[in-house]
């Protein structure tokens, strides 16, 4: 039996290893395509000539009625020039006082130095100010919302980073309520968005690297780390493995997600989702990585251990007892969520021996009468609680009330009296439910694991459930999320990661980093709690 | 090499051979079985005898008992005759829609004609079957058939099986009967140097009243016990939980004194002597706390008062034990204390010499010796009575 199980996880190694070289094949390929490219830019070049530049642009943005181009003259000495830019990206007052109007005003005799100097250093009262000479670049700035500063004769133009598009103001996420700590939520604004977090960690090692991704929607993306705390090999996974996703369109963190994760279609998740800027810092201070995308308020932090799942924020904010119980608690949900139902299949269908007595009389009587087997009875009663939920989440606020009542009324009471399903199963139904809420980030896998359980069981009882318990056990000891061991800190085992696991131990006491993620780099985090007049003095 | 899937579904063909769930049967297929009667039928037949519980009768879920109780029997017994009980148990079937459940069954109740005529054949099937559980408590039914038992409806609850339990269960307490299950009596059976007993129910009139044992030897009945005799074999065989001992008083004959026993503990040890005579030495010591006295109101000093009622108490146990050694020495020739368990234990050889006989021509013989000591920890919230003036 173990040897089978080790032919199995070998091959599976053998796999990992080929799927590697494959990447590194198509990474080669790419390479070649790019130096293809860098023949082509050559006439990428700024035309010289301001009329060029302006039928250029027309042509490029023809039909697009939120495209401006402002010509205008510098002063008194006569050079033409032209603004270009797309409508509604910033604040047009600011154009004015701060571009236009010292231009237009200038009054000074002859050129000196050359115009662009001119321009630079005593004309442009803006501070974002940088030179570009790639014609693509610019139009990619126009996209992004800049200002785009064309002078006559020049191959060089300006880009002046006015862009500030409208957005929701920092607000607390919905998903993820906290009573003590901060309040505030990452915005759908990429700068804002590591405003957040650098605001956090005040540090120059605290890294923002731009990337963009998606070949139509050009949408930025930012992954941040702290140097020195991350892993470089991580990173470098990271930056390898988002560099890598060839795709239209980036509209969420969600398509990155799906991009980067370890495996096609794994079935635990392997990274990690936030809105939280205070939640996102502490990753990153553990030696995470963060993928921030524009125009998603979500981030994404990897490696993702299934412990994180039942970690949440308000842990470390003192109580660390009741904190304790409250993560054990959380395992404890999580089992119950997955493992419910299909125990009471088992149980009622196979195994009926082990129910004591007088409950076996009780259910006894609540299932007589029932036409349904207990397995399609919990599987209806499943099924509508996850109906329920979905209905739940897409519907307008407004139909709120009828959902519920329907849920409540129809489904819960009048199944029961009409003899469709029977009362305990109502009861295991929704307490699986409510507690698959309880672990946000398992809550998806937990509903298919669920099913999968219940099925097992109606075909094998107890030892079908064992069996599905042994394979998803050997699945997630051989998973990895970026290298990591997913279930890490417990296997591999770390006895300084336990501090810190299913139960968390003070937070003066968690004197290193987890072990498994900033491998062998600066691991210290704290010196321990200083006790006495030692540390008055 | 193989393919992921395939070794999948390989990995869920081996599943099937893995241990035996595959009986995937729903719990509302059963009839719920919660007691078992056994009793001789002329000659080679026996008559068995189910209980059947109604769930919906039984299970008083508030809003779902309209109309439940009332006068409806919240049970079905069901009887069938045959040659062996397996035979039997699948008669049972023409009476009864859903397959019997076994396991759920509390109680198995051996008619007293069945017991005398021998019970090795019948408890066979019991043990042999998977689904009989060894959990189950045995009594046998004196002086009224196993099926007058099983059919007996009781008012205090709906599930007369589970209520003949408890209620043997607190004359175990009480050192009146003995409970043993299935598996304890295969073991006493089977082993040698100790006879079977089994705890009695019995039916004088509208009650069922569990308290006595019976004595076997070999697995034939040789005689009942009354339930101070059983409150003896349970002081030896250290049994007794919390009983309450009543005994009149030296100094007042018609008044008695109750004590209720804390903690009861008994070593029995054999000695050999050197004209091979087997002698048991039995060491009962006695806890127990003053629980009703009408004797002595004016007693002065609760210590003396208390050393008194010590040395009576030792004297009530000393006869319960005495009675119960002598009805099994001289009456059954039965040793269900399992003396000659003991004596297997300290003096092997002896006893290999003795084994075939012990019953009959050794046992009788022994000199037991029983030494009780009391002690009385307390005297309830009054150290004396009211004095009535």
């Not at chain 1, 670049?137 to 919302?145: F, H, K, M, Q, Y």
């Not at chain 1, 969420?252 to 635990?268: C, H, K, M, N, V």
């Not at chain 2, 009864?96 to 007293?112: L, P």
């Not at chain 2, 006989?357 to 029983?370: G, H, M």
């Amino acid at each position: 039996m173990f040897d089978f199980i080790k032919k199995k996880t070998t091959f599976k190694k053998l796999n990992v290893i080929s799927n590697k070289q494959k990447h590194i094949e198509n990474s080669k390929s790419k390479a070649e395509n790019d130096s293809g490219k860098s023949k082509q830019e050559s006439n990428d070049q700024i035309p010289d000539k301001i009329e060029q530049v302006k039928a250029k642009l027309i042509n490029e943005f023809s039909l697009c009625s939120d495209f401006n181009i402002r010509e205008l003259v510098l002063g008194t000495l006569n050079v033409r020039m032209m603004i270009a830019s797309l409508d509604g990206f910033f604040d047009k007052a600011i154009l004015a006082e701060n571009i236009i109007e010292p231009i237009l005003n200038y009054s000074g005799e002859e050129k000196t130095a050359s115009i662009l100097t001119l321009l630079k250093e005593r004309i442009l009262c803006i501070s974002d100010l940088r030179e570009i000479t790639r014609y693509s670049e610019s139009v990619d700035a126009i996209l992004n919302g800049d200002v785009i500063l064309y002078t006559d004769n020049e191959t060089t133009a300006f880009k002046i980073g006015l862009s500030s598009p409208e957005k929701r103001t920092v607000s607390e996420p919905d998903t993820e309520i906290t009573l003590k700590g901060s309040r505030e939520g990452f915005t759908e604004n990429l700068r804002t968005n590591t405003i957040l977090l650098r605001r956090r960690i005040k540090n120059a090692n605290f890294k923002v690297e731009n990337i963009i991704l998606g070949k139509k929607s050009n949408t930025n993306i930012a992954i941040c780390y702290i140097k020195n705390i991350a892993a470089p090999e991580i990173v470098e996974e990271v930056k390898k493995r988002v560099r890598r996703i060839d795709t239209d369109a980036i509209l969420a963190t969600g398509y990155i997600e799906q991009f980067i994760q370890d495996g096609r279609y794994p079935l635990f998740p392997v990274v990690g989702n936030s809105e939280k800027p205070d939640k996102v810092s502490a990753k990153l201070l553990e030696g995470r990585v963060a993928i921030l995308a524009d125009g998603t308020p979500t981030v994404l932090t990897v490696p993702f251990l299934m412990l994180e799942s039942f970690q949440s924020q308000e842990d470390y904010f003192g109580e660390y007892y009741f904190s304790s119980m409250m993560r054990l608690l959380r395992v404890f949900c999580y089992f119950v969520s997955i493992y419910l139902p299909g125990l009471y299949v088992a149980v009622i269908s196979f195994h009926q021996t082990i129910i004591p007595f007088k409950l076996m009389l009780t259910v006894a009587a609540t299932r007589e009468g029932i036409p349904f087997s207990a397995f399609i009875e919990a599987l209806i009663m499943v099924v509508t609680f996850e109906i329920l939920r979905e209905a739940g989440l897409r519907m307008p606020r407004a139909i709120g009330q009828a959902v519920s009542i329907v849920g409540a009324i129809v489904l819960g009471d009048a199944a029961v009296s009409a003899g469709i399903a029977s009362a305990p199963l109502v009861i295991i139904a929704a307490l699986s439910g409510i507690c698959s809420f309880i672990v946000p980030p398992l809550m998806k896998s937990g509903a298919v694991m669920r099913l999968i359980i219940l099925i097992a069981s109606s075909i094998m009882g107890l030892s079908g459930i064992g069996f599905v318990t042994f394979i998803t056990t050997i699945y997630l000891c051989n998973k990895e999320s970026f290298s990591v061991p997913y279930l890490a800190p417990f296997a591999p085992l770390q006895a300084e990661g336990l501090k810190d696991s299913l139960i968390i131990m003070p937070i003066w006491s968690l004197k290193t980093r987890p072990r498994a993620l900033s491998q062998h780099r600066d691991l210290q985090r704290t010196t321990g709690k200083k006790l006495g007049s030692e540390g008055d003095s | 090499m193989i393919k992921r899937p395939i070794a999948l579904i390989l990995t869920f063909l081996l599943m099937i051979f893995c241990t035996g769930c595959w009986n995937n049967r729903d719990l509302t297929e059963y009839s719920i079985l919660t007691a078992l009667g056994i009793d001789k039928k002329d000659n080679d037949f026996i008559e068995i005898t189910a209980q059947i519980i109604k769930p919906n009768a039984v299970s008083s879920s508030g809003a779902g008992s309209n109309g439940g109780g009332g006068d409806k029997k919240s049970f079905v017994a069901v009887t069938h005759v045959d040659r062996t009980i397996f035979a039997a148990l699948r008669g049972l079937m023409n009476k009864v829609n859903n397959k019997i459940f076994y396991s759920s069954s509390q109680v198995i109740v051996i008619g007293e004609d069945l017991a005398r005529s021998g019970i090795c054949d019948y408890i066979d099937f019991v043990l042999r079957d998977h689904e009989t559980q060894y959990t189950n408590t045995v009594v046998v039914a004196k002086g009224v058939t196993a099926k007058e038992i099983i059919e007996q409806d009781f008012e205090l609850s709906k599930v007369p099986g589970a209520f003949i339990r408890d209620t043997v269960q607190n004359s175990v307490f009480r050192g009146f009967t003995k409970k043993i299950n299935l598996l304890g009596m295969a073991r006493e059976l089977a082993l040698e140097g100790r006879e079977l007993s089994i705890g009695v129910i019995s039916k004088p009139d509208q009650d069922t009243i569990s308290e006595g044992l019976a004595v076997f030897r070999n697995d034939k009945i040789v005689g009942f016990m009354d339930k101070y005799q059983t409150r003896g074999y349970a002081y030896i065989t250290n049994r007794v939980k919390s009983s309450v001992v009543e005994m009149v008083s030296k100094n007042d004959p018609k008044k008695v004194i109750a004590i209720e026993l804390m903690r009861v503990s008994s070593k029995i040890k054999p000695k050999l002597t050197k004209d091979k005579k087997v002698e048991m030495n039995i060491q009962i010591k006695v806890s127990g706390n003053i629980g009703e006295q009408h004797s002595v109101p004016t007693q002065k000093n609760t210590d003396d008062f208390c050393m008194c009622v010590e040395k009576d108490l030792e004297e009530a146990i000393k006869q319960d034990c005495e009675k119960a050694v002598l009805i099994c020495q001289k009456e059954f020739k039965s040793d269900i204390f399992g003396f000659g368990m003991h004596v297997y234990d300290d003096y092997p050889k002896y006893w290999s010499s003795v084994s075939n006989k012990w019953n009959e021509e050794i046992f009788p013989e022994i000199k037991v010796n029983i030494d009780v000591q009391v002690k009385i920890l307390r005297t309830g919230l009054i150290s004396k009575s009211i004095q009535v003036k």
